[in-house]
């Protein structure tokens, strides 16, 4: 009996824990600090992979962007100049290379982003 008391009250204890939380959070949404003022901006690139290739997502319009892929060992595996005045996506075929790791650099417009990749 005395260990149904502890879980009956343990239960009820985070219920109210619970419901303050909630309450609390409703009070206070939509508040900042001022350290949560500033501006964080995102990367501008994302490099995911789709299915045999690498897709990238441009997050501010950009005109022109220079695209390279070096693998491992220093080898340039990919290059090419890409306009993209009229998309803000690109994709780049990478069926037949070999299972290993592979170093992506973007630049263009302000921006230079390298990302690693396995694949």
Known sequence: MN??????FLTLLSCVCLWTHTVAGREHK???D????RSI???PVEVKIVNDGIMFYFMKPLDNVFIQIVDD???LVYEES???STSQSYCISMQGLLFKPYLIRVEGDNIY???FILF
Not at 34 to 37: G, K, Q, Y
């Open 3 to 8: 260990g149904m008391k502890r879980f009956l």
């Open 41 to 43: 901006s995102p990367n």
């Open 73 to 75: 060992s220093g080898m």
């Open 34 to 37: 001022e350290e949560e003022e």
């Open 30 to 32: 939509n508040e900042r």
């Open 113 to 115: 982003e390298e990302f």
């Open 82 to 84: 890409v306009p993209l």
